[in-house]
């Protein structure tokens, strides 16, 4: 089967699964396995592919039409620039939470101590010691799945960070300076796309109101000897009002909102 035949067939199947996002999808699919570009594919549509590029290539494809996250697929994501290996342990790293990474870099901290908590794949964690190489990173992960994808991506970025399993903050005592909190925030209520029924159910719901590891996390941090000046949330912007009151009560003020990230400092 040529490349040309294969990608008809396959962008056909997709677009009658009702993936969006069908053709590009394909693309990529081939750029992996052939290991090339799109613009050597798209300049050999007559090439030939061999028995087992065009069997792993139905699999992938079977699977997309079944709605399994690109990402997934590929095991790998994109995220500030930086590819970070990604599996169904931990949901993919989103596009809005990058605001996160800007508004930590506008408050131009020295040599910080930072918390990645609830770190996931440690997207955010890695990434901000990528941007401060001063910084002191801890990734906090509750789950031990997890914490196995954060822990494999600071190896393969080759980063000094600290990686502990963790319920929030409650595994270490140490002063942190900054946190910075994707917790799982989307309330038990909401109808979730077929996409992120791949995805690990934990990292995705956050109790009835969706704010739960949030109340959690600032009772914690009220508890602290020490307690951090600086915390970046994301959360859904109809949640912000809410996340906002819950924080004032606990001692810190909204500085700034950005799409889904809120930055909060201690008062």
């Known amino acids: 089967m040529t490349i040309e035949a294969w990608l008809k067939r396959s962008i056909d199947m997709l677009q009658a699964a009702d993936v969006s996002t069908a053709r590009l999808d394909c693309l990529v699919l081939l750029e992996d396995i052939l290991n090339t570009n799109r613009t050597q594919i798209l300049a ?86 990528h941007e401060l190489p001063n910084s002191h990173v801890t990734l906090l992960e509750i789950d031990a799945d997890a914490l196995a994808v954060s822990q494999k991506n600071a190896q393969q970025h080759k980063v000094d960070v600290q990686v502990l399993q963790s319920d929030l903050l409650k595994a270490t005592d140490e002063h942190f300076d900054l946190l910075l909190c994707n917790l799982p925030y989307v309330p038990e209520s909401f109808h979730i796309n077929t996409a992120a029924t791949h995805e690990p159910r934990l990292a995705i719901f956050g109790g009835l109101d969706g704010l739960d590891l949030y109340l959690k996390l600032f009772e914690q941090v009220n508890k602290r000897k020490s307690k951090p000046s600086y915390i970046l949330t994301e959360s859904l912007p109809t949640q912000h009002h809410q996340l906002a009151t819950l924080a004032r009560k606990h001692g810190y003020t909204l500085e700034k909102t950005d799409d889904f990230i809120q930055l909060f400092i201690q008062t």
């Open 44 to 129: 050999q549509p007559e090439r030939i592919l061999t028995e087992v590029e065009r069997q792993i290539l139905d699999e992938l494809i079977a699977n997309r039409a079944n709605h399994t996250p690109l990402a997934y697929l590929r095991k790998k994501s994109e995220f500030y620039g930086r590819a970070f290996y990604i599996d169904e342990r931990v949901l993919e790293p989103r596009p809005e939470s990058e605001t996160m990474i800007d508004l930590l870099l506008k408050l131009k901290p020295k040599a910080p101590k930072i918390a990645d908590v609830g770190s996931g794949s440690g997207a955010l964690g890695i990434t901000a010691k």
